[in-house]
């Protein structure tokens, strides 16, 4: 058993992309990077550091302040409901725009792990990811909220309406593929092309993984820069990234749809 993990904690062993040796072609993957992210995710993450900042300057602890990660964007329930698929559908296209990327640059998608069929095993490694970060996430996230080192979270601010589970499972898998797409997919990849270690390309993506939720504190810091050095070693080990999207999408929906759903019979959730 111990050779087992010893052999997980190691650099990955799932076949690596040839490394570009060409000047311009190095260039135009750095460019290429550094636009993603710029549009997206690393956007996301300087906008959560300051949501960060503003917290800390507030008076009261940061177990006091409240974040909202779903909340109504229009008064009108049509429109708000419109306006929630809307902020998915960004969310995937953000995912794809990484794979199509990868795709023009010659690597097939079951290169990278997403072939058309999601298999058996697919789904068992998801479900057990699923349980290998979701517990202790929340232990962590709890502790660190009773020592006042993580904001209030509040899932959903969402209006009781029928559409509220379809939006939020939506939400859910949207930021599932956007994540685990463009930080490990196609991050982790590209780093690679440019001949940075397995070690070195998955503590870094696990690190803006981490910046990414800065907003809510340090159980959100923390917790997800190790979920991004579990998957992302999954995902080296095995060249499977559907398992960590269908995880992230698991562990989402339950924290979406299943806050929604026991918060008005367990007051004492945060």
């Not at 998608?109 to 997403?114: E, S, T, Y």
């Not at 517990?135 to 709890?142: E, T």
């Not at 800065?214 to 159980?219: E, F, N, P, S, T």
């Amino acid at each position: 058993m111990l050779s087992n993990l010893r052999g997980w904690l190691s650099p990955a062993q799932a076949p690596r992309p040839d490394v570009v040796t060409d000047a311009s072609q190095r260039r135009a993957i750095v460019i290429e990077v550094v636009i993603v992210f710029a549009l997206t995710l690393g956007l996301s993450a300087m906008q959560s550091l300051l949501s960060l900042l503003e917290s800390l300057l507030r008076a009261g602890a940061l177990s006091e302040q409240h974040i909202a990660l779903n909340r109504p964007q229009a008064a009108i329930g049509l429109i708000d409901m419109l306006m929630q698929v809307l902020g998915a559908v960004q969310l995937i296209a953000w995912g794809a725009m990484g794979l199509y990327l990868l795709w023009r640059a010659g690597f097939k998608l079951a290169q990278i792990g997403m072939p058309p069929r999601i298999g058996g095993r697919d789904l068992g490694i998801g479900v057990a990811l699923t349980a290998v970060i979701g517990i202790p996430g929340l232990v962590l996230y709890l502790v660190s909220w009773q020592l006042g080192l993580s904001v209030t979270v509040v899932p959903s601010l969402l209006d009781e309406t029928w559409w509220r589970p379809i939006t939020l499972t939506l939400s859910a898998f949207g930021n599932a593929f956007a994540e685990e797409v463009l930080l490990v997919g196609f991050l982790l990849t590209r780093l690679g092309q440019l001949g940075m270690s397995a070690n070195s390309s998955l503590l870094l993506s696990s690190l803006l993984r981490g910046a990414y939720h800065l907003y809510q504190g340090a159980a959100g810091f923390v917790g997800n820069i190790v979920m991004g050095l579990v998957f992302g070693r999954v995902w080296q080990r095995t060249n499977r990234l559907w398992p960590l999207v269908i995880a992230h999408t698991l562990l989402d929906f339950v924290a979406f749809v299943g806050y929604a759903l026991l918060e008005p019979v367990l007051p004492w959730l945060p």
